[in-house]
T-cell receptor, first 110, second 110 residues
Framework: QKEVEQNSGPLSVPEGAIASLNCTYS??????FFWYRQYSGKSPELIMF????GDKEDGRFTAQLNKASQYVSLLIRDSQPSDSATYLC??????????FGKGTRLHILP | DAGVTQSPTHLIKTRGQQVTLRCSPK?????VSWYQQALGQGPQFIFQ???????QRGNFPDRFSGHQFPNYSSELNVNALLLGDSALYLC?????????FGSGTRLTVV
């Protein structure tokens, strides 16, 4: 049973372009949605969280949530080489347990 | 403000042995969750502790057990180690939603 699904990538994006990362989830009762960034050999770092349908912007990052389609995305504007990492989508279940996807590897091309 | 601290950072054990991993949560955080992350995979939820009780548990065998102390710190114990237990073990603390991760313990079972 796939609960949180992400394309594993790698997703290659030219420097300065917009990177678009996508995630779908299976539990319609999911309440909260998170995006974590993980550099190789490091632990995950919280980038954004979103609770309500629509967009949420923080600097170069925008999280988008569509609960009807059970879909959450992360847009990274003006991509930088330092954005190259694995991006993990995470979803809070009804029981407050956070479930992670397998992550999408993003590679920003200089 | 110290974040989440985990010890040890690296560990090598032999099959059949037992191991204890330790975690001190971020100051003010009362909930500790443990995750196992195999290479190239997303973090897999092991269990969560709150008020010294196991509140949630993922799909892991009873060989995996834990404890939370009155100061909110936590231990993860794994008995009868298998080669497949080799992974990065992540501790995350929270107060409400959104986890802060420690740097992890890299466990290698030989």
């Amino acid at each position: 049973q796939k609960e949180v699904e992400q394309n594993s990538g790698p997703l290659s994006v030219p420097e300065g372009a917009i990177a678009s990362l996508n995630c779908t989830y299976s539990d319609r009762g999911s309440q909260s949605f998170f995006w974590y960034r993980q550099y190789s050999g490091k632990s995950p770092e919280l980038i954004m969280f979103i609770y309500s349908n629509g967009d949420k912007e923080d600097g170069r990052f925008t999280a988008q949530l569509n609960k009807a389609s059970q879909y959450v995305s992360l847009l990274i504007r003006d991509s930088q080489p330092s954005d190259s990492a694995t991006y993990l989508c995470a979803v809070t279940h009804r029981d407050d347990k956070i479930i992670f996807g397998k992550g999408t590897r993003l590679h920003i091309l200089p | 403000d110290a974040g989440v601290t985990q010890s040890p950072t690296h560990l090598i054990k032999t099959r059949g042995q037992q191991v204890t991993l330790r975690c001190s949560p971020k100051s003010g955080h009362d909930t500790v969750s443990w995750y196992q992350q195999a290479l190239g995979q997303g973090p897999q939820f092991i269990f969560q502790y709150y008020e010294e009780e196991e509140r949630q548990r993922g799909n892991f065998p009873d060989r995996f057990s834990g404890h939370q102390f009155p100061n909110y710190s936590s231990e993860l114990n794994v008995n009868a180690l298998l080669l497949g237990d080799s992974a990065l073990y992540l501790c995350a603390s929270s107060l409400g939603e959104g986890y802060t991760f420690g740097s992890g313990t890299r466990l290698t079972v030989v």
